[in-house]
C-alpha cells in the first residue's frame, strides 16, 4: 500500500536537533504539543463525566452502586465493539480527523444531557444511554490519536510521549473530577455537563489542527475491502507477535482487578468515609494527581530504566494501594493510596503502550491500539458491572482490597518470564522502527 511522504517532526526553534532524551523531549515536536493537549481535554471530559454521570446515577438509582458501575461500563464496553472498527478504519483514514469526530460525538451527547438535566427531564434510562453514546465517541477517537504518536516522535522518543500522552490520559483523573466537583457542587449536573461539553469542543478542535502533519494513506484496493477484512487481519497480526499478546493479556488483568473498581468509588466514599459527592470527587482527585506524578517521574528518568522493569514495578504497586484503600477507613490514608495507585497505573498503561506500539508495523497501529483498547475497555466495562454487583451484597472496601491483592499475585508469572519477554520486544522493535526521524 503507497503511503504519502510522511511529515518530519516539527520541532520548536530551540530545540531543533536537540535532545531527545531530555524530561520533555517529546513535546519539543509542535503537533505531539497539539495531540497532546487535545487528549488532556477529551480526556479531562471523560472523568468529569464518569464524575457528574455516576453521581446522577447513584442518586436517581436510589443510592445503589449498581448504578455507578453500570456507567462505568457503559462508558467503556462500545469500545469492544466499536473499537475494532475503529482501528481498522484509523489505518485507513485521516487519524487527526478520526479522533476530532470522535470528541464531537462525545460534545452533542454532553450537550443533550446538559440541556435535560436543566429541563428537569433527566431520568435513568436517558442518563444510561447518552452515557453509551459517550461510549461510542471514545472508541472511535481512542486508536486514532495513538496510532499518531510514533509517527510524529519517533522510536527515540517513544517511551518519552507515551509517559506524557498517559498524563493527558490519566492525568486527565486530576483535571476532569477537579473541575467537575467545583461545578458539580455550586452549580449542579446540568452545568457539569456543559463543562464536559467544552471539554471535548476544545479537544476536537485540537486534534483537526494537526489534520495535516498526520500522513494519509491513498485509496486504493487494498484500503477499500471492507469493513471486516481490516478486523481480521488485526487479530491475526496480534496473534502473531508472541510479546504483544502476552502485554495485552497483562494488561487485561490489570485493567479487569485495579481499574475497573473506579466505578464502586461512591459507594466507597460513603460507607468508609460517611462522605457526599466531596469525599467522591477527592478520591477520584486523588487517583488524577497520582496519575501526573509517576509519569513526570518517569520522564525525568528518561530512557535510563528498561520498559520490562517499569511494567514489573508499576504493576505491582498498581495492586497493593488498593488494600489500605478499602480496608482503612481514614480520608488522609485513603486519598495517599489512592495517589499511589493512580501513578502506578498511569506508568503501568504508558508502559504497555510504548512497548506495543514500538513493536508494530505502522500500517498496524491503528488496529494493535484498537485490540488494546478493545481488551482493557471491556475489560474494565464487564468486571465494573461485577464489582458494582457485589458491592451490593458485601462492603465495598472488601470489593476494592480483594481484586488488588488478586492482581498482585497474578503479576508473578509475568516476572519469572521477563527476560524471555525482552528479548522477544527487542527483536519486534528492531523490525517495526519507524521511518520519521
Excluded at 223 to 252: E, F, N
Excluded at 317 to 327: D, E, K, R
Amino acid at each position: 500500500m503507497k503511503l504519502r511522504r510522511r511529515p518530519k517532526p516539527h520541532l520548536s526553534g530551540e530545540h531543533k536537533g536537540g535532545f531527545r532524551t531530555g524530561f520533555l523531549s517529546a513535546l519539543q515536536i509542535v503537533p505531539f504539543r497539539w495531540v497532546w493537549a487535545g487528549a488532556l481535554s477529551g480526556n479531562s471530559g471523560r472523568f468529569a463525566v464518569i464524575l457528574v454521570a455516576g453521581w446522577e446515577a447513584y442518586r436517581l438509582g436510589h443510592h445503589s452502586a449498581v448504578w455507578p458501575s453500570l456507567v462505568s461500563m457503559l462508558l467503556l464496553l462500545p469500545s469492544m465493539f466499536f473499537g475494532l472498527l475503529a482501528g481498522g478504519v484509523a489505518d485507513r483514514r485521516n487519524r487527526a480527523r478520526m479522533a476530532a469526530t470522535g470528541q464531537l460525538i462525545n460534545a452533542a451527547s454532553c450537550l443533550m444531557a446538559a440541556g435535560l438535566t436543566l429541563s428537569g427531564r433527566l431520568d435513568l434510562p436517558n442518563l444510561l444511554a447518552l452515557t453509551a453514546v459517550v461510549g461510542v465517541g471514545n472508541s472511535v477517537q481512542g486508536p486514532a490519536w495513538q496510532a499518531m504518536i510514533p509517527e510524529l516522535v519517533g522510536q527515540e522518543r517513544l517511551l518519552n510521549a507515551s509517559m506524557t500522552a498517559r498524563i493527558a490520559q490519566q492525568g486527565a483523573e486530576l483535571t476532569g473530577p477537579a473541575l467537575g466537583t467545583a461545578v458539580l457542587t455550586t452549580a449542579g449536573p446540568g452545568a457539569t455537563f456543559l463543562t464536559c461539553a467544552c471539554f471535548y469542543l476544545a479537544g476536537m478542535s485540537m486534534f483537526w489542527h494537526v489534520r495535516r502533519a498526520v500522513s494519509t494513506p491513498h485509496r486504493t484496493t487494498a484500503t477499500t475491502t471492507g469493513l471486516l477484512t481490516p478486523i481480521a487481519q488485526g487479530l491475526s497480526y496480534v496473534r502473531s507477535q508472541t510479546p504483544i499478546g502476552t502485554l495485552l493479556l497483562w494488561v487485561g488483568l490489570h485493567c479487569s482487578l485495579t481499574m475497573a473498581s473506579i466505578g464502586i468509588l461512591p459507594a466507597l466514599a460513603t460507607a468508609n468515609l460517611r462522605g457526599d459527592a466531596v469525599a467522591y470527587g477527592l478520591l477520584l482527585t486523588g487517583f488524577g494527581l497520582g496519575s501526573v506524578l509517576g509519569p513526570l517521574l518517569m520522564m525525568g528518568l528518561g530512557n535510563r530504566v528498561g520498559v520490562l522493569r517499569i511494567l514489573l514495578v508499576s504493576a505491582l504497586l498498581s495492586g497493593l494501594p488498593l488494600i489500605p484503600l478499602g480496608l482503612v477507613p481514614n480520608l488522609a490514608v485513603d486519598l495517599v493510596a489512592a495517589t499511589f495507585a493512580g501513578a502506578a497505573q498511569a506508568v503501568f498503561m504508558a508502559g504497555i503502550y510504548s512497548a506495543n506500539q514500538g513493536a508494530s508495523r505502522d500500517a498496524m497501529r491503528g488496529r494493535v491500539a484498537s485490540v488494546q483498547l478493545s481488551l482493557t475497555t471491556g475489560a474494565m466495562g464487564l468486571a465494573s458491572i461485577g464489582w458494582g454487583a457485589l458491592a451490593v451484597l458485601m462492603a465495598p472496601g472488601i470489593v476494592l482490597a480483594v481484586p488488588g491483592a488478586a492482581f498482585t499475585l497474578a503479576c508473578i508469572p509475568f516476572a519469572v518470564r521477563h527476560r524471555r519477554l525482552g528479548r522477544e520486544l527487542k527483536a519486534s522493535w528492531r523490525v517495526a522502527t519507524p521511518r520519521a526521524e
